[in-house]
Nanobody, 114 residues
Framework: QVQLVESGGGLVHSGGSLRLACVAAGFTFSEHAMRWYRQAPGKERTFVARMSMYGEIIDYADSVKGRFTISRDNAKNTLYLQMNNLKPEDTGVYYC???????WGQGTQVTVSS
């Protein structure tokens, strides 16, 4: 049973930073690409970033390029998202997801005040 537990969200001022973590269980973490998504209030869930199994391929949504950094520690079954220079439009619930599995975690709330 796939389990994804996100953490690290919070309330920050515009320009601030947060580091999100996603601990995975129930599957072989190192054999799957991982993604971050976010869902703003009243909007659909959208793609934020993706990292391949060993980190050789990384993609970002245009809106976060140059500010967010995705990383992973396969020994710890953990995915990270370092978010710098946060903006109010980054507000939302952030989720991680493993390629090949439909499961979602509970998400972690990020709120950026102006």
């Amino acid at each position: 049973q796939v389990q994804l537990v996100e953490s690290g969200g919070g309330l920050v001022h515009s320009g601030g930073s947060l580091r999100l973590a996603c601990v995975a269980a129930g599957f072989t973490f190192s054999e799957h690409a991982m993604r971050w998504y976010r869902q703003a209030p009243g909007k659909e869930r959208t793609f934020v970033a993706r990292m391949s199994m060993y980190g050789e391929i990384i993609d970002y949504a245009d809106s976060v390029k140059g500010r967010f950094t995705i990383s992973r520690d396969n020994a710890k079954n953990t995915l990270y998202l370092q978010m710098n220079n946060l903006k109010p439009e980054d507000t939302g619930v952030y989720y991680c997801k493993a390629d090949g599995y439909p499961s979602w975690g509970q998400g972690t709330q990020v709120t950026v005040s102006s």
